[in-house]
T-cell receptor, first 115, second 112 residues
Framework: GENVEQHPSTLSVQEGDSAVIKCTYSDSASNYFPWYKQELGKRPQLIIDIRSNVGEKKDQRIAVTLNKTAKHFSLHITETQPEDSAVYFCAASKNSGGSNYKLTFGKGTLLTVNP | NAGVTQTPKFRILKIGQSMTLQCTQDMNHNYMYWYRQDPGMGLKLIYYSVGAGITDKGEVPNGYNVSRSTTEDFPLRLELAAPSQTSVYFC???????????FGSGTRLTVV
């Protein structure tokens, strides 16, 4: 099955700096890559996603890039703020119909933004 | 819309006891999932369902059972609870395709 590796496991940045979290996946048939943010004691929430036919997607201060050849994708957060502090999870799935739609998650990155 | 609702939020079980974690969604999603989250280990899939009457095992199904009699409900049953089942359990639902999941608020279970 799919295997998703996520790095780093912890990341500490100063407010205003950029943060980058990287993930690799094993199944070349995977075609959907969402990112989730989980604040302490809360549920994971979808913040951005990308499909395999797109190389980059932006939403205000966050962006995701995808390299299908290398089978890796990254989350970029610019101008970080203390409220960006959370655990971020990457995930991958292949949406080819039927029972294949299930996400495999990375182990998460704890991002701390220091004021 | 309430989204995905899980009950209870917290529970302490003794070894060998059984319980059912409830999950219901009101978004008419055909897909539903149960994940467990252990510290530093991410989210691991226990069971999932692609529609009423259809369930399948995920990565870590041992010690659990599920049923899906309606589109809305997807309960998770723990039989003979063990300390290794101490975890936070999340139910999620989604639509097939390029959509993310909607998660419930989680159930924090401790087995002592």
């Amino acid at each position: 099955g799919e295997n998703v590796e996520q790095h780093p496991s912890t990341l500490s940045v100063q407010e205003g700096d950029s943060a980058v979290i990287k993930c690799t996946y094993s199944d070349s048939a995977s075609n959907y890559f969402p990112w989730y943010k989980q604040e302490l004691g809360k549920r994971p929430q979808l913040i951005i996603d990308i499909r395999s036919n797109v190389g980059e997607k932006k939403d205000q201060r966050i962006a995701v890039t995808l390299n299908k050849t290398a089978k890796h994708f990254s989350l970029h957060i610019t101008e970080t703020q203390p409220e960006d502090s959370a655990v971020y999870f990457c995930a991958a799935s292949k949406n080819s119909g039927g029972s294949n739609y299930k996400l495999t998650f990375g182990k998460g990155t704890l991002l701390t933004v220091n004021p | 819309n309430a989204g995905v609702t899980q009950t209870p939020k917290f529970r302490i079980l003794k070894i060998g006891q059984s319980m059912t974690l409830q999950c219901t969604q009101d978004m008419n999603h055909n897909y539903m999932y149960w994940y467990r989250q252990d510290p530093g280990m991410g989210l691991k899939l226990i069971y999932y369902s692609v529609g009423a009457g259809i369930t399948d095992k995920g990565e870590v199904p041992n010690g659990y059972n599920v049923s899906r009699s309606t589109t809305e409900d997807f309960p998770l049953r723990l039989e003979l609870a063990a300390p290794s089942q101490t975890s936070v359990y999340f139910c999620a639902s989604g639509l097939e395709g390029y959509y993310g999941y909607t998660f419930g608020s989680g159930t924090r279970l401790t087995v002592v």
